[in-house]
């Protein structure tokens, strides 16, 4: 079972904690590579791997190199960020939305979803040039709803 935790002796990076085949917790911070520890119960782990932290962080400094900072936690994010796109872009998105029977705002969420899922290069094409929406539209799988709450379209 792995669990990710936010709050922790680690300066506030994030902890993974892992129970092993063999009974034993280990304790890891995904952003130090190497900060581990290992212990016979979670606590013990999750307070030795402190020790790791400070240990790696040392030894970073020791060599010169950069220390990444804290991934961001789940709770930095609001779901709201303000993109500014070309005006043919918002018109061209604004004319599927409203050809598909949803909103802009749940248009722009499905069709983000679908592009962070299958990667940004998944949907190129080669030798063509230009904006993409101003070519052959390709549908979208969008969920008709009656406003942005979420409640379906029956």
């Known amino acids: 079972m792995s669990v990710q935790m936010s709050e922790s002796p680690t300066r506030g990076y994030a902890i993974e904690i892992q129970q092993e085949k063999d009974g034993t917790w ?30 790696w962080i040392a030894a970073a400094r020791a060599q010169g190199a950069t220390i990444p900072p804290p991934s961001p936690t789940e709770d930095q994010f609001s779901g709201r960020f303000v993109v500014r796109v070309p005006r043919s872009l918002h018109r061209a998105a604004t004319q599927r939305a409203a050809r598909e029977g949803v909103s802009l705002n749940t248009y722009c969420v499905t069709a983000l979803a679908q592009v962070v899922a299958n990667g940004l290069a998944g949907d190129a094409r080669p030798g ?12 979208l799988t969008v969920p008709r709803t009656r406003s942005d709450s979420g409640t379906p379209v029956r």
């Open 26 to 55: 280990t304790a890891r911070v995904p952003d130090l590579p190497g900060a581990v520890a290992a212990a016979t119960g979670p606590a013990e782990a999750i307070a030795e791997v402190g020790d790791a932290v400070d240990a």
């Open 128 to 139: 063509v040039s230009g904006p993409d929406w101003a070519r052959e539209p390709r549908p």
